[in-house]
């Protein structure tokens, strides 16, 4: 089932690969709740490295980025080390059904998705052999026809916005994110209460 706007976060903590809990939500801003392929997806790595570029002014606007991945926490551990926000292991991919994003042949076969994947399997192999990232498995756990989702959760536990990719290289750019979240802080003292959404 596909969450919408309003639609409520029921509240944990998560457990991510690379540092402490991270609370969802968060009480205090906003979340941009990622989920990605598995881990050292070349697609993914080109999207969270714009991400992490602008990692500063993310945060800056009151968003935390936490990532999710359908690889085991060791895997993922190898590809998160240097990521500046939480990365979280989910290889039964419990948070995904939860959150009701999928796998499907088109990750890949949507002709929208080639462009994206050629570049950032360019990127990915010069990266590789320059050592500054390592190759993904031969075999992901999971597979490689996730498609990706992107929720931006508010700090009462309700989603401000959603978008579920159509194809492997569909999700919200940082330009897109920052829009939504100066919507929803607008949304908010519109109504003069922090966190609320429509």
Same mark, same amino acid.
């Given at each position: 089932? %596909?969450?919408? !706007?309003?639609?409520?976060?029921?509240?944990?903590?998560?457990?991510?690969?690379?540092?402490?809990?991270?609370?969802?939500?968060?009480?205090?801003? @906003?979340?941009? @709740?990622?989920?990605?392929?598995?881990?050292? =997806? !070349?697609? =993914?790595? @080109?999207?969270?490295?714009?991400? +992490?570029?602008?990692? $500063?002014?993310?945060?800056? +606007?009151?968003? $935390?980025?936490?990532? #999710?991945?359908?690889?085991?926490?060791?895997?993922?551990? *190898?590809?998160?080390?240097?990521?500046?926000?939480?990365? #979280?292991?989910?290889?039964?991919?419990?948070?995904? %059904?939860?959150?009701?994003?999928?796998?499907?042949?088109?990750?890949?076969?949507?002709?929208?998705?080639? !462009?994206?994947?050629?570049?950032? #399997?360019?990127?990915?192999?010069?990266?590789?052999?320059?050592?500054?990232?390592?190759? !993904?498995?031969?075999?992901?756990?999971? /597979?490689?026809?996730? @498609?990706?989702?992107?929720?931006?959760? +508010?700090?009462?536990?309700? #989603?401000?916005?959603?978008?579920?990719?159509?194809?492997?290289?569909?999700?919200?750019?940082?330009? *897109?994110?920052?829009?939504?979240?100066? %919507?929803? /802080? %607008?949304?908010?003292?519109?109504? /003069?209460? +922090?966190?609320?959404?429509?």
């Amino acid at each position: 089932m %596909r969450l919408r !706007p309003g639609d409520p976060v029921p509240a944990r903590e998560l457990e991510p690969v690379n540092g402490p809990p991270v609370p969802l939500p968060d009480p205090g801003r @906003l979340v941009h @709740l990622q989920f990605r392929r598995f881990a050292g =997806c !070349p697609v =993914c790595n @080109l999207h969270l490295r714009s991400v +992490a570029a602008r990692h $500063a002014e993310i945060e800056a +606007a009151g968003v $935390a980025e936490v990532v #999710v991945f359908h690889s085991p926490a060791g895997e993922l551990r *190898e590809h998160a080390a240097g990521l500046p926000f939480p990365a #979280v292991a989910d290889p039964g991919r419990r948070l995904y %059904r939860e959150f009701g994003v999928e796998s499907s042949p088109r990750a890949l076969r949507d002709p929208r998705a080639w !462009p994206v994947v050629a570049r950032a #399997v360019l990127v990915g192999t010069w990266r590789i052999l320059l050592r500054r990232e390592r190759p !993904p498995a031969r075999s992901p756990h999971g /597979g490689r026809l996730g @498609l990706p989702g992107d929720f931006l959760i +508010a700090p009462d536990g309700r #989603v401000v916005a959603a978008r579920y990719g159509e194809h492997a290289g569909d999700q919200w750019t940082v330009d *897109e994110l920052l829009s939504l979240a100066a %919507r929803a /802080g %607008r949304d908010a003292l519109g109504r /003069g209460t +922090a966190g609320r959404v429509p």
